[in-house]
């Protein structure tokens, strides 16, 4: 959990009311303890009904060791209290060592409201065995609080005359939030994601302007999808996975009208779905491998 971005920005809540179950969002950040007080980027997603808790968290958001886990939990609403636990690794950037893994235990007085709603306080670090590794403490928001402040800047540089209409886009701060939620691919990065079936379901398309992107696709560097463009429909390509782990690696072959050449991923396991998007300059590559997850 080294060298990993710093964000200083904290973000929020999403709530919505159905059948007694409830949505929430949490952006920010936690702190670690220890000499260098590392500080890493955390989004937290979860609907509670009836006291139980289930959702995920994201660690490090947009950064070399993103990492997404399955989270589970408790509420207690007349105590307020409040209780995670990072179970399961659905996908990370990291190199993948199952023992190094530091998985976040929360627990405290939270009152979830509405737009008013913060995570805050200790949680304490615990390896896959529940041997302890590095605790910290964290501070979250709810998005719909970061969401109403941010559209109020947005308005303000939105309706400036001062800006151009190049630098308003490229500056929308609400923009920035959402891109946050989209799992990118980047130049020699690899993604582990765990896999339970034997086969792959993968859905290529250009979720944005079609500007002429053209790809390779490999399978454990055999090429499956040759010089393919790119574009709004989806190409869906159905794969027998041969071993435990599966290499699956993006070229861009060209850039496009628009940089940089971009490729929406969709991979379908039984009852899951993991969506990224792969932003590669010409000749550069990124790869996923499918880690499949033994047998219970």
Not at 17 to 39: C, H, M, P, R, W
Not at 236 to 257: H, S
Request: net charge positive; glycine share 6%; proline share 1%.
């Amino acid at each position: 959990m080294k060298n990993i971005k710093f964000f200083s920005i904290f973000f929020p809540l999403f709530y919505l009311t159905s059948y007694s179950q409830v949505n929430y969002e949490f952006y920010g950040a936690l702190k670690l303890n220890g000499n260098d007080k590392t500080i890493i980027t955390y989004r937290l997603v979860f609907t509670e009904q009836n006291g139980k808790i289930s959702g995920y968290s994201v660690t490090d958001l947009d950064g070399a060791h993103e990492t997404k886990n399955v989270i589970s939990g408790s509420y207690d609403k007349s105590k307020k209290q409040f209780s995670f636990q990072e179970k399961e690794i659905l996908y990370t950037k990291s190199k993948f060592d199952e023992n190094s893994f530091c998985f976040v235990n929360f627990s405290g007085k939270v009152k979830l409201v509405e737009n008013t709603s913060k995570l805050e306080g200790a949680f304490k670090g615990l390896f896959n065995n529940k041997t302890k590794c590095i605790d910290g403490t964290m501070s979250l928001i709810g998005s719909n609080k970061i969401y109403n402040l941010v559209n109020k800047v947005n308005k303000k540089l939105q309706g400036s005359k001062k800006i151009d209409a190049k630098t308003k886009s490229e500056s929308n701060p609400i923009k920035l939030i959402d891109s946050l939620k989209i799992n990118k691919l980047s130049k020699d990065q690899n993604l582990n994601v765990f896999w339970e079936s034997s086969v792959l379901k993968l859905d290529i398309w250009d979720n944005g302007q079609e500007d002429g992107d053209i790809i390779n696709v490999y399978h454990n560097n055999k090429l499956i999808l040759s010089e393919y463009s790119v574009t709004n429909k989806k190409k869906t390509i159905n794969i027998t996975l041969i071993g435990k782990n599966d290499v699956f690696k993006i070229v861009a072959v060209n850039e496009g009208k628009i940089k940089p050449n971009t490729a929406k991923l969709e991979l379908h396991d039984k009852n899951r779905s993991f969506e990224l998007l792969a932003t590669l300059n010409k000749d550069e590559e990124a790869s996923i491998t499918i880690v499949k997850k033994p047998a219970n």
